[in-house]
């Protein structure tokens, strides 16, 4: 009895599709750290990054050749200037693994959720956990170089307790006393202040670096709106006594030669800038305060304005790539016959 061939779901055909971007964009970037990394103990965990994101484009590429899907665009040599100056500092290089694995765990667990067809489950689960090791290889080693950005401190529970009042959600209200931020709190306003800080520099590096007004004028005013959050941030965390956080030295160097092509640079800061919707809207649905919900929602709305702008300069430029979709079925029908 021959075996039914089982085709790609939609979801599944997204997933792929972006992962292929994703990783392409990844071996771009990587590659580029690894010619200017000299620290011993950073170089290895950006090559094993690198690693994993090659070994997937083959497999990517075999799952596209098996269901006879066409190859995505992605990037490739064309997209990054190997004899450019060095860009980023090795403390950068390693705080940038850590923090896109930490959106890679997000993305893969997202894809396995949503497939159906085994090779492609056993793909993601694999690219899963191949992400996990990675962000657990690059947090031992910032820890072990004393460079990790830990967390606020704050003294653990003696017991457990229910909230005893509607006022624990109350903060919009000027005249009435906020109550002191939660743990759960405090951890998405840091993780926040993070994920800004490495957006901030990015775009700073990618506006220093690159020939086009347009794109300079779109990664300044990402710099400007991810420090604008950050202070909105810190201050949240000041007014609760918990102090600045203390971040590791993600500096970029002052090279003002084009290193990346303004594509990838565009579609890398889409991709930060759809991570970061995302972690402020589960910031947004797990804080208590009323006042961080509302903050969460208004910067949101901030970062899809910026987004939409950026992918606005994208289409001028044709640098959109195009996601699989359906086929307009009416205009086929009014095209019938026509040639």
């Not at 992400?131 to 653990?156: F, M």
């Not at 939409?308 to 640098?319: E, L, Q, V, Y």
């Amino acid at each position: 009895m021959t075996e039914k061939k089982v085709h790609l779901t939609s979801a599944e055909i997204a997933s792929v599709w972006s992962e292929y971007l994703n990783d392409t964009l990844a071996v771009c970037i990587l590659s580029f750290m690894l010619k200017h990394i000299e620290d011993s103990e950073i170089k290895p965990v950006v090559q094993h990054a690198y690693n994993i994101s090659e070994n997937h484009i083959g497999q990517l590429h075999q799952i596209f050749e098996e269901e006879n899907y066409a190859t995505p665009i992605g990037f490739a040599e064309q997209d990054v200037n190997m004899n450019a100056p060095h860009l980023f500092t090795d403390v950068f290089c390693l705080t940038y693994i850590t923090h896109m694995a930490r959106i890679g765990m997000i993305t893969y667990s997202g894809s396995v959720a949503m497939s159906v067809k085994k090779e492609i489950r056993d793909y993601f689960i694999q690219g899963l956990k191949e992400t996990a090791d990675l962000y657990d290889y690059a947090v031992h080693i910032g820890l072990e170089k004393g460079i990790n950005a830990r967390h606020p401190h704050i003294e653990p529970p003696k017991e457990s307790d229910y909230v005893d009042s509607k006022k624990y959600y109350n903060g919009m209200n000027p005249f009435s006393e906020k109550r002191p931020l939660n743990a759960v709190e405090i951890s998405q306003l840091y993780t926040n202040i993070q994920t800004n800080e490495i957006g901030s520099k990015l775009c700073m590096a990618f506006a220093q670096t690159s020939p086009s007004k347009v794109v300079q004028d779109f990664m300044i005013r990402g710099k400007n709106i991810s420090q604008k959050h950050i202070k909105i941030f810190v201050d949240k965390l000041m007014e609760g006594n918990l102090g600045a956080p203390q971040l590791p030295d993600v500096a970029v160097s002052d090279s003002t030669t084009q290193t990346f092509s303004d594509k990838l640079m565009m579609f890398h800061m889409s991709l930060l800038m759809s991570a970061g919707v995302g972690n402020y809207a589960t910031a947004g649905s797990t804080s208590q305060r009323s006042d961080l919900g509302v903050n969460y929602g208004r910067l949101s709305m901030e970062v899809a304005k910026l987004a939409k702008s950026g992918a606005d300069i994208m289409i001028d430029n044709n640098w959109l790539e195009q996601p699989p979709g359906t086929k307009d079925r009416e205009l086929l029908a009014k095209n019938k016959g026509k040639s």
